[in-house]
């Protein structure tokens, strides 16, 4: 029997693993609290995802949504990605999984610094535009109506994909109607990440 784990909604834990007694030891322990238990979380859902399926009695393996799984799949050649993220903590997550696809990742801390990275890109620099939904000084939906409405060569050709918590049919709907292409939820699905990326801007599949 194969068993899929994943992590945690704040992404710090393990669904059906207790993590209460686990202390692992991190090179940058001094580093800001909030990375450190991104670390953790990510360290511990692959550890989870092993032992499991040994005491499955199968071969050592990731789940298929893992980003090592994923990334097994998929190859996107160092497609360079603007990610929209206000906390440091999903930014980390969401890189590790994107770069394990092959991405480049540009970090915008909201939407009004996504949308200025953009305009100053050259014609051709992001593949895609990620942008969180709820950010501080500017939300995901204006960045995205900012970004269509700018007079950058590719404002209305680029891709512009949500990432939100909110993955109700309105939801989704708000998304396409702020001027996105796609809506992906969150905690990230790394294998639909990258399906959905594929869909718009190629890459290789295993």
């Given at each position: 029997?194969?068993?899929?784990?994943?992590?945690?909604?704040?992404?710090?834990?393990?669904?059906?693993?207790?993590?209460?007694n686990e202390k692992p030891r991190w090179h940058d322990a001094r580093r800001?609290?909030?990375?450190?238990?991104?670390?953790?979380?990510?360290?511990?859902?692959?550890?989870?995802?092993?032992?499991?399926?040994?005491?499955?009695?199968?071969?050592?393996?990731?789940?298929?949504?893992?980003?090592?799984?994923?990334?097994?799949?998929?190859?996107?050649?160092?497609?360079?990605?603007?990610?929209?993220?206000?906390?440091?903590?999903?930014?980390?997550?969401?890189?590790?999984?994107?770069?394990?696809?092959?991405?480049?990742?540009d970090w915008a801390k909201n939407g009004e610094e996504a949308v200025r990275?953009?305009?100053?890109?050259?014609?051709?620099?992001?593949?895609?535009?990620?942008?969180?939904?709820?950010?501080?000084?500017?939300?995901?939906?204006?960045?995205?109506?900012?970004?269509?409405?700018?007079?950058?060569?590719?404002?209305?050709?680029?891709?512009?994909?949500?990432?939100?918590?909110?993955?109700?049919?309105?939801?989704?709907?708000?998304?396409?109607?702020?001027?996105?292409?796609?809506?992906?939820?969150?905690?990230?699905?790394?294998?639909?990440?990258?399906?959905?990326?594929?869909?718009?801007?190629?890459?290789?599949?295993?």
């Amino acid at each position: 029997m194969n068993s899929r784990i994943t992590l945690s909604p704040d992404n710090t834990a393990v669904r059906g693993w207790d993590v209460d007694n686990e202390k692992p030891r991190w090179h940058d322990a001094r580093r800001d609290k909030r990375i450190e238990h991104c670390r953790r979380g990510l360290f511990l859902f692959r550890r989870a995802a092993v032992r499991i399926s040994e005491e499955n009695g199968g071969e050592p393996a990731i789940g298929e949504g893992t980003p090592e799984a994923a990334a097994d799949k998929y190859d996107f050649g160092g497609a360079r990605l603007l990610l929209a993220e206000d906390n440091e903590m999903n930014m980390e997550i969401a890189s590790e999984i994107l770069k394990s696809g092959g991405f480049s990742v540009d970090w915008a801390k909201n939407g009004e610094e996504a949308v200025r990275l953009f305009e100053e890109s050259p014609a051709g620099y992001y593949s895609a535009i990620l942008l969180d939904i709820q950010m501080p000084v500017m939300d995901g939906y204006e960045a995205a109506r900012r970004i269509r409405a700018s007079r950058h060569q590719e404002a209305a050709s680029a891709v512009i994909i949500a990432m939100s918590a909110n993955a109700f049919a309105e939801d989704v709907a708000a998304s396409l109607a702020a001027g996105m292409n796609d809506h992906v939820a969150k905690p990230i699905d790394p294998a639909y990440l990258f399906r959905t990326l594929r869909k718009y801007i190629g890459g290789k599949a295993g």
